[in-house]
């Protein structure tokens, strides 16, 4: 039986969401749209299987295809990012984090990682976060123009004494000198942890820097610049291999979820292949275009500009809120998401800036020219952003934009 035969009212959401995903722009930064492929592992029959443990040392009987698979994952994986050791079975990033943080640290430890407002991420820190009352963060911020604050990073280590540096954000738009924080950890005898959850799709294509070879411990989501399923996954140090896969398992979860690990099998295979270089190559090129584009129409960018997929816009600038630019884009078939800027003066809710970036876009295969003309639209909304006929012309444009690049076709619901 089908599933619209079975479960109407899921299989008529579902296609609701399709619609949503073709005729919209999809602008989240950490977004993107799985292969055809992916998709197929994801719904595969590896989801049936108990496969507690690691490959070749399971609790369960009848895992010689599971291993295969799941080895192959970790084949790829390391060879993606050159790591020496991959657990590919962390059920999304912010597990990843916390088995990372299990595997290195006791309680009450403390951890440098990047102010949240800068640019860090929630499992960084934030005191509604379960590791927020086992460990003790301490954040390191941007200078005014937009780079990491080495200096304060530096002076806060010497301070604090960490026994974890930690790397990576979700709102930030350049590179790390991972080298500068090695040297900085190395001072200190402190553990090296980067969290490249947007932009391992960026690194693993060669353009962006790896820290996978320097640092102790690497984490990542699969679902974002990476384009695999939702998931996680921790890359580390040989010395740390037993640590990591005990923190994983039976530290942390049960029976790793071997559909999305075969997912994942695929979407490393893809981005292994030379045109997943294009690919990143295309995403980066993409960003700089609209920055320009925005830029151009007198919106400020915060940290000073990309150097990656993302971009950070602070839209009081021009008059109007985080909540609503991400409304009025909304109402005109953009999706983005509201975000905070450094030191917001604004609460979350309705903080100061607008999160954007081009990984979803450019799966899609749209360019430069496509970028120009969709920076002229951001700018149209937010300025008509209480204009309901003004946004919905936008949105008819959208459509028509959209509709010359397919998305999954062929499939229903
Ligand atoms: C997205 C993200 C995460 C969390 O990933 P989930 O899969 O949503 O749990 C962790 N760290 C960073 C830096 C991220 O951007």
Request: glycine share 8%.
């Amino acid at each position: 039986m089908t599933l619209r035969a079975v479960d109407p009212d899921i299989a008529r959401s579902l296609q609701q969401e399709l619609d949503r995903q073709r005729e919209g722009l999809e602008m989240i930064p950490s977004e993107n749209f799985v292969s055809p492929a992916v998709l197929e592992a994801l719904g595969s029959v590896a989801t049936n299987k108990y496969a507690e443990g690691v490959p070749g040392k399971r609790y369960y009987g009848g895992c010689r295809f599971i291993d295969e698979i799941e080895n192959l994952a970790i084949t790829r994986a390391k060879e993606l990012f050159k790591a020496e050791h991959a657990n590919v079975q962390p059920l999304s990033g912010a597990p990843a984090n916390l088995a990372a943080y299990t595997a290195l640290l006791k309680p009450g430890d403390t951890v440098l990682g990047m102010d949240l407002s800068h640019g860090g991420h929630l499992t960084h820190g934030h005191p509604a976060t379960f590791p927020a009352n086992i460990f003790r963060f301490v954040g390191y911020k941007t200078t005014p123009d937009g780079a990491i604050d080495y200096a304060n990073l530096r002076n806060l280590a010497l301070a604090h004494k960490p026994k974890l540096i930690l790397m990576g954000y979700s709102a930030y738009t350049r590179d790390i000198d991972y080298a500068r924080v090695k040297r900085i950890a190395d001072e200190i005898g402190a553990y090296t942890m980067a969290d490249i959850a947007h932009i391992a799709g960026l690194i693993a294509a060669g353009e962006m820097a790896n820290p996978v070879p320097l640092f102790d411990i690497v984490t990542t989501t699969t679902h974002k610049t990476l384009r695999g399923p939702r998931g996680g996954m921790i890359l580390c140090k040989a010395v740390h291999a037993k640590a990591v896969d005990k923190a994983v398992f039976p530290g942390l979860q049960g029976g790793p979820h071997e559909n999305v690990i075969a997912a994942k099998a695929v979407a490393f295979k893809e981005a292994l292949d030379p045109s997943f270089k294009e690919y990143a190559r295309q995403i980066k090129k993409n960003a700089k275009v609209l920055e320009e584009e925005l830029r151009a129409r007198g919106h400020r960018l915060v940290h000073g500009g990309t150097e990656n997929h993302l971009l950070l816009v602070d839209v009081t600038a021009k008059g109007a809120t985080g909540k609503e630019a991400q409304n009025a884009l909304d109402a005109a078939g953009i999706t983005v998401n509201k975000n905070a800027i450094p030191d917001d003066p604004r609460g979350p809710m309705d903080p100061s800036g607008i999160r954007l970036g081009t990984p979803a876009l450019t799966t899609r295969g749209m360019k430069e020219e496509e970028m120009k003309q969709i920076a002229g639209w951001i700018d149209e909304a937010i300025a008509a952003k209480d204009d309901a006929t003004r946004l919905a012309a936008i949105k008819e444009d959208v459509k028509k934009l959209t509709s010359r690049f397919p998305l999954y076709d062929g499939l229903a619901y």
